[in-house]
Protein backbone atom coordinates (compact mmCIF):
# COMPACT_ATOMS: atom_id res chain seq x y z
CA UNK A 1 0.00 0.00 0.00
CA UNK A 2 1.38 3.24 -0.96
CA UNK A 3 -0.17 6.91 -1.54
CA UNK A 4 0.91 9.44 -4.15
CA UNK A 5 -0.28 12.63 -5.87
CA UNK A 6 -2.80 11.92 -8.93
CA UNK A 7 -1.99 12.96 -12.22
CA UNK A 8 -4.64 11.45 -14.19
CA UNK A 9 -7.97 13.38 -14.35
CA UNK A 10 -10.17 10.65 -15.76
CA UNK A 11 -9.25 8.01 -13.76
CA UNK A 12 -9.66 10.52 -10.60
CA UNK A 13 -13.34 11.11 -11.42
CA UNK A 14 -13.83 7.87 -12.17
CA UNK A 15 -13.08 6.17 -8.91
CA UNK A 16 -15.12 9.30 -7.63
CA UNK A 17 -18.36 8.56 -9.44
CA UNK A 18 -17.86 4.34 -8.85
CA UNK A 19 -17.74 5.09 -4.66
CA UNK A 20 -19.69 7.88 -3.69
CA UNK A 21 -22.89 9.82 -4.52
CA UNK A 22 -21.39 11.60 -7.31
CA UNK A 23 -19.53 13.87 -5.26
CA UNK A 24 -18.17 16.73 -7.46
CA UNK A 25 -16.40 18.68 -4.21
CA UNK A 26 -13.96 15.31 -4.66
CA UNK A 27 -13.59 16.09 -8.54
CA UNK A 28 -10.63 17.17 -10.44
CA UNK A 29 -12.46 19.86 -11.67
CA UNK A 30 -13.13 21.47 -8.82
CA UNK A 31 -10.04 20.92 -7.20
CA UNK A 32 -9.14 23.25 -10.29
CA UNK A 33 -11.60 25.69 -8.96
CA UNK A 34 -10.20 25.99 -5.74
CA UNK A 35 -6.44 26.69 -7.13
CA UNK A 36 -7.54 29.39 -8.64
CA UNK A 37 -7.84 31.47 -5.73
CA UNK A 38 -4.84 30.44 -4.90
CA UNK A 39 -4.90 27.84 -2.54
CA UNK A 40 -3.09 24.72 -2.13
CA UNK A 41 -4.46 21.59 -3.66
CA UNK A 42 -3.12 17.85 -3.24
CA UNK A 43 -5.17 14.90 -5.03
CA UNK A 44 -3.85 11.97 -2.59
CA UNK A 45 -4.74 8.59 -3.94
CA UNK A 46 -3.64 5.05 -2.21
CA UNK A 47 -3.30 2.27 -4.30
CA UNK A 48 -2.60 -1.91 -3.68
CA UNK A 49 -0.53 -2.87 -6.73
CA UNK A 50 -2.03 -0.77 -9.42
CA UNK A 51 -5.49 -0.66 -7.89
CA UNK A 52 -6.40 2.45 -6.35
CA UNK A 53 -8.13 1.70 -2.78
CA UNK A 54 -9.02 5.68 -1.71
CA UNK A 55 -8.49 9.17 -2.82
CA UNK A 56 -9.04 12.48 -1.17
CA UNK A 57 -8.99 15.94 -2.81
CA UNK A 58 -7.00 18.04 -0.13
CA UNK A 59 -6.61 21.55 0.06
CA UNK A 60 -5.21 24.56 2.80
CA UNK A 61 -7.52 27.22 3.56
CA UNK A 62 -6.09 30.62 3.96
CA UNK A 63 -6.90 32.06 7.56
CA UNK A 64 -5.49 35.62 8.98
CA UNK A 65 -2.05 36.00 10.53
CA UNK A 66 -0.47 33.77 7.47
CA UNK A 67 -2.29 30.88 9.42
CA UNK A 68 -4.31 28.05 7.23
CA UNK A 69 -6.14 24.72 7.99
CA UNK A 70 -6.44 21.25 5.94
CA UNK A 71 -9.56 20.52 4.73
CA UNK A 72 -10.98 17.97 3.26
CA UNK A 73 -14.91 18.59 1.43
CA UNK A 74 -16.92 15.11 0.76
CA UNK A 75 -13.71 13.40 1.43
CA UNK A 76 -11.93 11.11 1.71
CA UNK A 77 -13.52 7.99 -0.95
CA UNK A 78 -12.74 4.66 -0.04
CA UNK A 79 -13.48 1.99 -2.71
CA UNK A 80 -16.82 0.35 -2.27
CA UNK A 81 -16.84 -3.07 0.16
CA UNK A 82 -13.15 -1.48 2.25
CA UNK A 83 -13.28 -3.70 5.33
CA UNK A 84 -12.99 -1.76 9.00
CA UNK A 85 -9.33 -3.12 8.88
CA UNK A 86 -8.47 -1.64 5.77
CA UNK A 87 -10.13 1.76 6.31
CA UNK A 88 -7.97 1.55 9.79
CA UNK A 89 -4.71 1.52 7.49
CA UNK A 90 -5.87 3.70 5.10
CA UNK A 91 -6.82 6.28 7.76
CA UNK A 92 -3.38 6.54 9.26
CA UNK A 93 -1.75 7.07 6.13
CA UNK A 94 -4.18 9.93 5.11
CA UNK A 95 -4.33 11.26 8.31
CA UNK A 96 0.22 11.14 8.19
CA UNK A 97 -0.23 12.79 4.63
CA UNK A 98 -2.83 15.91 6.16
CA UNK A 99 -0.07 16.57 9.10
CA UNK A 100 2.78 16.77 6.70
CA UNK A 101 1.14 19.37 4.38
CA UNK A 102 -0.33 21.31 7.32
CA UNK A 103 2.95 21.61 8.71
CA UNK A 104 4.59 22.92 5.19
CA UNK A 105 1.63 25.00 5.31
CA UNK A 106 1.01 26.34 8.82
CA UNK A 107 -2.22 24.91 9.55
CA UNK A 108 -3.47 23.82 13.33
CA UNK A 109 -6.01 22.37 12.36
CA UNK A 110 -7.74 19.94 9.80
CA UNK A 111 -11.46 19.62 8.71
CA UNK A 112 -13.11 16.97 6.99
CA UNK A 113 -16.46 15.73 5.90
CA UNK A 114 -17.27 12.12 4.97
CA UNK A 115 -18.71 11.65 1.01
CA UNK A 116 -21.29 9.03 2.61
CA UNK A 117 -24.35 9.98 2.01
CA UNK A 118 -27.34 8.09 3.09
CA UNK A 119 -31.03 8.75 4.02
CA UNK A 120 -31.27 10.37 7.82
CA UNK A 121 -33.58 7.53 9.13
CA UNK A 122 -30.04 5.50 8.91
CA UNK A 123 -29.10 5.62 12.28
CA UNK A 124 -27.34 2.36 12.10
CA UNK A 125 -24.59 3.19 9.04
CA UNK A 126 -24.16 6.67 10.20
CA UNK A 127 -23.41 6.14 13.68
CA UNK A 128 -21.03 3.25 12.57
CA UNK A 129 -18.87 6.15 10.65
CA UNK A 130 -18.95 8.33 13.64
CA UNK A 131 -17.71 6.16 15.69
CA UNK A 132 -14.98 4.63 13.92
CA UNK A 133 -13.72 8.74 13.20
CA UNK A 134 -14.28 9.64 17.14
CA UNK A 135 -12.18 6.36 17.84
CA UNK A 136 -9.19 7.91 15.78
CA UNK A 137 -9.88 11.46 18.20
CA UNK A 138 -11.33 13.53 15.97
CA UNK A 139 -14.43 16.08 17.14
CA UNK A 140 -17.53 16.36 15.26
CA UNK A 141 -17.98 20.83 14.97
CA UNK A 142 -19.59 23.06 13.34
CA UNK A 143 -20.72 21.84 9.49
CA UNK A 144 -19.04 23.85 6.82
CA UNK A 145 -20.66 22.03 3.69
CA UNK A 146 -24.58 21.05 4.55
CA UNK A 147 -25.08 18.13 6.72
CA UNK A 148 -28.95 17.23 5.70
CA UNK A 149 -30.07 17.96 1.76
CA UNK A 150 -32.77 17.16 -0.24
CA UNK A 151 -32.56 14.84 -2.83
CA UNK A 152 -35.30 13.92 -5.43
CA UNK A 153 -35.22 10.55 -7.31
CA UNK A 154 -35.91 11.98 -11.13
CA UNK A 155 -35.36 8.16 -12.26
CA UNK A 156 -39.29 7.30 -11.52
CA UNK A 157 -42.14 8.37 -13.93
CA UNK A 158 -43.27 11.93 -13.78
CA UNK A 159 -46.49 11.01 -12.65
CA UNK A 160 -44.78 9.06 -9.36
CA UNK A 161 -42.92 12.66 -9.11
CA UNK A 162 -45.98 14.79 -9.18
CA UNK A 163 -47.91 12.36 -6.81
CA UNK A 164 -44.80 12.39 -4.39
CA UNK A 165 -45.15 16.35 -4.11
CA UNK A 166 -47.43 18.51 -2.01
CA UNK A 167 -50.33 19.73 -3.35
CA UNK A 168 -49.37 23.06 -3.05
CA UNK A 169 -46.37 22.78 -5.23
CA UNK A 170 -48.05 21.02 -7.67
CA UNK A 171 -50.66 23.69 -7.70
CA UNK A 172 -47.85 26.10 -8.23
CA UNK A 173 -46.34 24.81 -11.30
CA UNK A 174 -49.47 24.44 -12.78
CA UNK A 175 -50.47 27.76 -12.52
CA UNK A 176 -47.15 28.76 -13.37
CA UNK A 177 -46.93 26.64 -16.81
CA UNK A 178 -49.97 28.63 -17.83
CA UNK A 179 -48.49 32.51 -17.31
CA UNK A 180 -46.51 31.80 -20.63
CA UNK A 181 -43.26 32.04 -19.00
CA UNK A 182 -39.86 30.01 -20.79
CA UNK A 183 -36.75 28.95 -19.63
CA UNK A 184 -33.17 28.88 -21.27
CA UNK A 185 -29.75 27.65 -20.72
CA UNK A 186 -27.82 30.97 -21.21
CA UNK A 187 -24.41 30.18 -20.64
CA UNK A 188 -22.40 33.11 -21.57
CA UNK A 189 -21.34 36.68 -19.84
CA UNK A 190 -25.13 37.79 -20.66
CA UNK A 191 -26.38 35.31 -18.83
CA UNK A 192 -23.77 35.52 -15.63
CA UNK A 193 -24.92 38.59 -15.90
CA UNK A 194 -28.63 38.25 -15.25
CA UNK A 195 -27.58 35.45 -12.56
CA UNK A 196 -25.63 37.89 -10.70
CA UNK A 197 -28.04 40.56 -10.92
CA UNK A 198 -30.95 38.75 -9.61
CA UNK A 199 -28.66 37.13 -7.39
CA UNK A 200 -27.91 40.61 -5.68
CA UNK A 201 -31.60 41.29 -5.25
CA UNK A 202 -32.43 38.18 -3.97
CA UNK A 203 -29.57 38.65 -0.91
CA UNK A 204 -31.09 42.24 -0.79
CA UNK A 205 -34.55 40.98 -0.42
CA UNK A 206 -34.25 38.06 1.96
CA UNK A 207 -31.16 39.16 4.20
CA UNK A 208 -28.80 36.44 3.25
CA UNK A 209 -24.85 36.90 2.39
CA UNK A 210 -23.79 35.60 -0.92
CA UNK A 211 -20.08 35.19 -2.48
CA UNK A 212 -18.34 38.16 -5.11
CA UNK A 213 -18.96 38.35 -8.35
CA UNK A 214 -15.41 36.76 -9.33
CA UNK A 215 -16.76 33.09 -7.64
CA UNK A 216 -19.90 32.83 -9.76
CA UNK A 217 -17.96 33.42 -12.76
CA UNK A 218 -14.72 31.59 -11.94
CA UNK A 219 -17.46 28.36 -11.19
CA UNK A 220 -18.96 28.50 -14.33
CA UNK A 221 -15.95 29.26 -16.70
CA UNK A 222 -13.85 26.74 -14.84
CA UNK A 223 -16.77 24.35 -15.08
CA UNK A 224 -18.98 25.09 -18.44
CA UNK A 225 -15.75 24.37 -19.92
CA UNK A 226 -16.00 20.98 -19.47
CA UNK A 227 -19.08 20.69 -21.03
CA UNK A 228 -16.86 20.70 -24.66
CA UNK A 229 -15.56 17.29 -23.23
CA UNK A 230 -19.37 16.22 -23.76
CA UNK A 231 -19.28 13.51 -20.84
CA UNK A 232 -21.41 13.17 -17.15
CA UNK A 233 -17.59 11.86 -15.79
CA UNK A 234 -16.59 15.80 -15.99
CA UNK A 235 -18.90 18.40 -13.74
CA UNK A 236 -20.34 21.19 -15.85
CA UNK A 237 -21.71 24.48 -14.83
CA UNK A 238 -24.72 25.88 -16.21
CA UNK A 239 -27.14 28.73 -15.83
CA UNK A 240 -30.82 28.50 -16.00
CA UNK A 241 -32.90 31.74 -16.80
CA UNK A 242 -36.60 31.54 -16.60
CA UNK A 243 -38.69 34.90 -18.24
CA UNK A 244 -42.22 36.35 -18.35
CA UNK A 245 -43.89 36.59 -21.82
CA UNK A 246 -42.61 39.97 -22.03
CA UNK A 247 -38.89 38.87 -21.86
CA UNK A 248 -38.04 39.86 -18.67
CA UNK A 249 -36.11 37.69 -16.47
CA UNK A 250 -37.55 36.70 -13.41
CA UNK A 251 -35.55 33.44 -12.01
CA UNK A 252 -32.46 32.00 -12.43
CA UNK A 253 -30.08 29.15 -11.19
CA UNK A 254 -26.89 27.77 -11.07
CA UNK A 255 -26.54 24.26 -11.50
CA UNK A 256 -23.81 21.84 -11.76
CA UNK A 257 -24.03 18.07 -12.90
CA UNK A 258 -21.87 14.71 -12.26
CA UNK A 259 -22.34 11.72 -12.84
CA UNK A 260 -25.65 10.66 -12.90
CA UNK A 261 -26.34 13.53 -10.03
CA UNK A 262 -27.93 17.22 -10.90
CA UNK A 263 -26.78 19.84 -8.14
CA UNK A 264 -29.46 22.99 -7.67
CA UNK A 265 -26.36 24.95 -6.40
CA UNK A 266 -27.85 28.43 -6.20
CA UNK A 267 -30.49 30.07 -7.10
CA UNK A 268 -32.35 33.52 -7.80
CA UNK A 269 -35.63 35.30 -8.21
CA UNK A 270 -36.49 38.76 -9.25
CA UNK A 271 -38.90 41.02 -7.10
CA UNK A 272 -41.24 41.33 -10.35
CA UNK A 273 -44.50 39.39 -11.11
CA UNK A 274 -43.94 36.76 -7.89
CA UNK A 275 -47.63 35.82 -8.22
CA UNK A 276 -46.60 34.21 -11.62
CA UNK A 277 -44.60 31.21 -9.34
CA UNK A 278 -41.54 31.67 -12.19
CA UNK A 279 -39.57 29.42 -9.07
CA UNK A 280 -41.68 26.39 -9.07
CA UNK A 281 -41.71 26.49 -12.93
CA UNK A 282 -37.70 26.76 -12.85
CA UNK A 283 -37.32 23.96 -10.57
CA UNK A 284 -40.01 21.79 -12.61
CA UNK A 285 -38.57 22.21 -16.13
CA UNK A 286 -34.88 22.09 -14.82
CA UNK A 287 -35.87 18.85 -12.86
CA UNK A 288 -37.84 17.52 -16.31
CA UNK A 289 -34.51 18.18 -18.59
CA UNK A 290 -32.51 16.56 -16.14
CA UNK A 291 -34.78 13.68 -16.32
CA UNK A 292 -34.65 13.43 -20.50
CA UNK A 293 -30.42 13.81 -20.25
CA UNK A 294 -30.57 10.29 -18.08
CA UNK A 295 -29.38 11.70 -14.76
CA UNK A 296 -31.26 10.16 -11.85
CA UNK A 297 -30.92 12.32 -8.77
CA UNK A 298 -31.78 16.01 -8.03
CA UNK A 299 -29.77 17.16 -5.32
CA UNK A 300 -31.79 20.49 -4.09
CA UNK A 301 -29.12 21.09 -1.48
CA UNK A 302 -28.91 21.83 2.15
CA UNK A 303 -31.94 21.81 4.46
CA UNK A 304 -32.86 21.94 8.01
CA UNK A 305 -32.34 19.35 9.90
CA UNK A 306 -35.56 16.87 10.78
CA UNK A 307 -37.63 16.80 14.04
CA UNK A 308 -36.10 20.58 14.96
CA UNK A 309 -37.93 22.42 17.39
CA UNK A 310 -37.10 25.89 17.59
CA UNK A 311 -37.16 28.12 14.44
CA UNK A 312 -34.24 27.71 11.56
CA UNK A 313 -33.10 29.85 9.60
CA UNK A 314 -33.30 27.39 6.55
CA UNK A 315 -37.32 26.92 7.54
CA UNK A 316 -38.81 28.29 4.52
CA UNK A 317 -36.66 26.80 1.81
CA UNK A 318 -36.90 23.55 3.23
CA UNK A 319 -40.71 23.58 3.02
CA UNK A 320 -39.88 24.89 -0.32
CA UNK A 321 -37.73 22.11 -1.51
CA UNK A 322 -39.50 19.37 0.61
CA UNK A 323 -42.55 20.27 -1.38
CA UNK A 324 -41.14 18.96 -4.66
CA UNK A 325 -40.92 15.71 -2.55
CA UNK A 326 -37.17 15.59 -1.81
CA UNK A 327 -36.05 13.18 0.46
CA UNK A 328 -33.89 14.24 3.66
CA UNK A 329 -30.61 12.80 3.17
CA UNK A 330 -27.92 13.28 5.62
CA UNK A 331 -23.83 12.93 6.07
CA UNK A 332 -22.11 11.90 9.23
CA UNK A 333 -21.13 16.00 9.61
CA UNK A 334 -18.01 17.44 9.80
CA UNK A 335 -14.79 16.51 12.52
CA UNK A 336 -11.97 18.55 13.19
CA UNK A 337 -8.42 17.44 14.60
CA UNK A 338 -6.39 20.71 16.45
CA UNK A 339 -2.63 20.55 15.65
CA UNK A 340 -1.93 22.89 18.00
CA UNK A 341 -4.25 23.06 20.74
CA UNK A 342 -4.26 26.96 21.63
CA UNK A 343 -4.24 28.25 18.06
CA UNK A 344 -7.62 25.97 17.42
CA UNK A 345 -8.78 27.27 20.91
CA UNK A 346 -8.36 30.94 19.95
CA UNK A 347 -9.93 30.43 15.85
CA UNK A 348 -13.01 28.68 18.14
CA UNK A 349 -13.73 31.56 20.27
CA UNK A 350 -13.06 34.44 18.16
CA UNK A 351 -15.95 32.79 15.68
CA UNK A 352 -18.57 32.29 18.30
CA UNK A 353 -17.71 36.30 19.57
CA UNK A 354 -18.56 37.09 16.11
CA UNK A 355 -21.50 34.62 15.37
CA UNK A 356 -23.20 36.09 18.56
CA UNK A 357 -22.20 40.27 18.67
CA UNK A 358 -23.78 41.12 15.75
Same mark, same amino acid.
Given at each position: ???????????????????????? +?????????????????????????????????? !?? @?????????????????????????????????????????? +????????????????????????????????????????????????????????????????????????????????? %????????????????????????????????????????? %???????????????????????????????????????????????????? @????? !????? @????????????? @???????????????????????????????????????????????????????????
Amino acid at each position: MHISLSEDKEKWNEFVLKNSSDEF +LQSWEWGDFQKSYGRKVWRFAIKEGEKTVAQAMT !MC @MKLPARKSYVYVPRGPIWLKGTSVEQADMLWSVFTQNWRLIG +LESNAFFASFEPGYRIAANDDVHRNGVRKFIKSKGWKKTKQIQPEFEGVIDIAQSKEKLLEHMHQKTRYNIRLSEKKNLTI %EQKNNKEGLQIFWDMLQETASRDKISMYPYSYYRKIHTILY %ESSKRGSNKIPVARIWIVKSEKGEPLSSALMVTFGKTAYYLYGASSNKKRNQ @MSNYF !MQWKM @MMWCKEKGFENYD @MGGIAPPNITKKHPWESITRFKKGFGAETMQYPGTFTYPYHTFWYNLYTTVKWIKRYIR
